[in-house]
Structure formats: structure tokens, C-alpha cells
């Protein structure tokens, strides 16, 4: 059975970091793309970011370009999302997922249950 379990997360004032946390069980994360999700309530869910098998190759959305840092530690089959300089923008619930390819939300067949981001100003 898959399960991606998230950690991380919780209230913090503008300007300041969280780290989220996403362990994986029943599938080995290096070989699979890993997606970071964010959703506001009455909007779509949206990407964050992505990075691909070999850790190298990452994506992000341009409002978190240089804010946001994807990692993976593949000893512990877990990926990480850094969020420094947070904004009261950043505020939602992030999602990670695994799919093959860094794709739509609509793609990704596994996910964590989600971590609440709050950014107070």
C-alpha cells in the first residue's frame, strides 16, 4: 500500500520559513517525479513545484522562484519543500505527489493528506 505522509507546516509570520516534509512507504521514491501542491479554498489546486528522478531537474511556479527550494533524501525516501521569505500570499494547504513526469495535479496518482501553511502579516 502507498502512503505519503506529510510533516512540516503550521502558522509563522511573514518573512519567515517552514520546511515540509513528505516520507513515502510502499513505492521508493527514485523513480518517481515529485510534485508540491498548494490550495486555497474556492481556487484550483495549484503547483509549486516539481523535480524529476534525478534531482537535478526542478520546476517552480514564478511566485516562489528563489523562496522555494525542492530536495529529496533518498536514504530516507522522503522529499523535502523549504519555504523561506514567506508571504501572507503563501498561505494554503500543500499537497506532495508522485507521478512518473512533473504533470498536472490532475496526473499524480499518489498524494500526501496535506499540510496547512498559515502566513500571518
Known amino acids: 500500500q502507498v502512503q505519503l505522509v506529510q510533516s512540516g507546516g503550521g502558522l509563522v509570520q511573514s518573512g519567515g520559513s517552514l520546511r515540509l516534509s513528505c516520507a513515502a512507504s510502499?513505492?521508493?521514491?527514485?523513480?518517481?517525479?515529485i510534485g508540491w501542491f498548494r490550495q486555497v479554498p474556492e481556487k484550483e489546486r495549484e503547483g509549486v513545484s516539481c523535480?524529476?528522478?534525478?534531482?537535478?531537474?526542478?520546476f517552480y511556479a514564478d511566485s516562489v522562484k528563489g523562496r522555494f527550494t525542492i530536495s529529496r533524501d533518498y536514504a530516507k525516501n522522503t522529499v523535502f519543500l523549504q519555504m523561506n521569505r514567506l508571504t501572507v500570499e503563501d498561505t494554503g494547504r500543500y499537497y506532495c505527489?508522485?507521478?512518473?513526469?512533473?504533470?498536472?495535479?490532475?496526473?499524480?496518482?499518489?498524494w500526501g493528506q496535506g499540510s496547512q501553511v498559515t502566513v500571518s502579516s
Open positions: 523535480t524529476l528522478q534525478n534531482n537535478v531537474t526542478t
Open positions: 510502499g513505492l521508493t521514491l527514485d523513480y518517481y517525479a
Open positions: 505527489a508522485v507521478d512518473p513526469f512533473c504533470s498536472r495535479a490532475d496526473d499524480y496518482d499518489y
